[in-house]
């Protein structure tokens, strides 16, 4: 078959089938790897409207398919389809979001027929020829079509396709000027909104307090829990910069071997995840925090006795499938002691114990006094956010003592017994060793040890 071939010498799947074979070929013929440094700068933005062309074929499809199932002839319908993005879906094995985002982008840029048989426009001209010719990339086309929509209403028609214009002229790029990426344009579309539309913000806020949301996913079989949502702009903000403040990396510099030593090992994303821990362990120890059956919001483990005692075992956290290790176990178990309840073998309560292992608000207060935060050297959550941890495990007959107690936070202490850190509490002061630190040295922040440093 010659691939040279248009669309007027053969069918149009005939041509979707030659340039499959032609672009096989090329996959085939070697990696880019083997490019010289100027001819890989030349093929990757071709390569790359290759995929653009592609993926506008994928677009107009897809809004073709829910044209399709609200016809009166629906054939994806009867083929057994439940919808469009189902059809999408199965066709293709994406995901239906995926689906759902090809059909919302092609419907924007897909031209119709009116019912007089006239030609329609696309809603966003501008991009529709773009995509079309492989010059504006779909990630692109959603962020300008997507943002445009929000003012469609309110904008008279004309500026709203010069401002489309402006944005699709600077996500493609000119002859001269390089395409600018997705992020930048999603930039450029806000300002390019407020100035058109300069009466929006308060509309928009509206919506924002309509769509603001927080929800919970199916726990994974490893026990993550999915979060998705959306925050208010302000709810958002404040929660960045608290995060933010206390998700610094922290490195020591080893005296002896003059070599710097990393003391944080965990990504951005991971310590955001632990100061969020912080956050919430602190917020269900407030003295006002709302109850749950009549107890503070504090998290449930069951645990067997003999589990706990072995420290080989598991435990379950209310209302969540998956085990627990007992090492999680311990560790709340630090922060909210136990309670133990004794049941026979059908399941009666026969006896419900005091809680055990649990220290006071009164030693709380004391400890936090004396470590002033997570003593973990360059660790700076605040004593409020901590939870209080037992130096000496208490199943190896450690006490629940401000002797025995320092604060740590949440990810830090999850990791305390098998991470780089040590501790011990000579004459009751926290000392710790680890990372850049090789002799055990005083920790924590205490103004008074500051303010009166020991002697002698």
């Known amino acids: 078959m010659n691939p040279t071939a248009t669309a007027t010498d053969m069918g149009t799947d005939e041509v979707i089938a030659a340039a499959i074979a032609l672009l096989e070929s090329v996959v085939h013929a070697g990696a880019p790897g083997r490019l010289s440094g100027e001819r890989f700068l030349s093929r990757v933005p071709r ?46 094995g994406v995901s239906e979001a995926e689906a759902a985002r090809r059909i919302r982008l092609g419907q924007r840029i897909a031209s119709g027929v009116s019912m007089t048989g006239a030609p329609v426009a696309p809603r966003f001209p501008s991009v529709a020829s773009a995509v079309g010719d492989g010059h504006l990339g779909l990630e692109a086309a959603e962020i300008i079509t997507r943002q445009l929509d929000t003012v469609a209403c309110r904008v008279d028609r004309g500026v709203l396709h010069e401002a489309e214009a ?5 996500a493609s790029g000119t002859d001269v000027r390089a395409p600018t ?43 993550m829990i999915p979060v998705k949502g959306l925050l208010a702009a302000d709810v958002g903000v404040q929660f960045e910069r608290l995060v933010s403040a206390h998700v610094r990396r922290v490195s020591f510099v080893d005296p002896v071997a003059d070599e710097q030593v990393a003391a944080e090992d965990r990504s ?26 009549g107890s503070a919001p504090a998290v449930t483990v069951t645990v067997t006795h003999e589990a706990l005692v072995t420290g080989d075992g598991m435990g379950f956290l209310d209302g969540h499938v998956t085990p627990v290790s007992i090492d999680t176990v311990d560790r709340l178990i630090d922060s909210r002691g136990m309670q133990v309840v004794t049941m026979n073998a ?18 709380r207060r004391a400890i936090a006094a004396r470590d002033g935060g997570c003593i973990i050297p360059g660790c700076t959550t605040p004593a409020g956010w901590c939870e209080v941890h037992h130096v000496i495990p208490w199943r190896s007959g450690g006490p ?10 949440w990810g830090h202490h999850q990791r305390i017994d098998r991470g780089p850190w040590r501790l011990s509490m000579p004459d009751g002061v926290p ?26």
């Open 346 to 363: 059908a399941g009666r309560v026969l006896s419900l114990g005091s809680t055990q292992r649990c220290f006071t608000p009164s030693q």
């Open 431 to 456: 000392h710790v060793r680890g990372p850049g630190i090789p002799e055990w040295t005083p920790a924590g922040r205490s103004r008074v040890r500051t303010a009166f440093p020991r002697t002698g």
């Open 268 to 293: 951005p994303a991971q310590r955001r995840h632990d100061t969020l821990a912080d956050i919430l362990s602190a917020a269900s120890r407030v003295a006002d925090a709302p109850e749950i059956a």
């Open 400 to 409: 629940t003592h401000t002797d025995n107690g320092v604060l740590l936070c």
């Open 166 to 170: 402006g944005l699709v002229e600077l």
């Open 181 to 223: 990426a997705a992020d930048l344009v999603k930039d450029q579309a806000a300002v390019f909104i407020l100035a058109i539309d300069p009466d929006g913000a308060e509309p928009s806020e509206s919506y924002a307090r309509r769509a603001r949301s927080l929800t919970f996913g199916r726990a994974t079989p490893e026990g």
């Open 47 to 92: 390569v790359e409207r290759l995929g653009r062309l592609v993926d506008s074929l994928r677009v107009s499809h897809a809004a073709d398919a829910a044209e399709r199932m609200m016809s009166p002839v629906d054939s994806l319908g009867a083929a057994g389809y439940a919808t469009a993005q189902h059809a999408i879906a199965q066709l293709t």
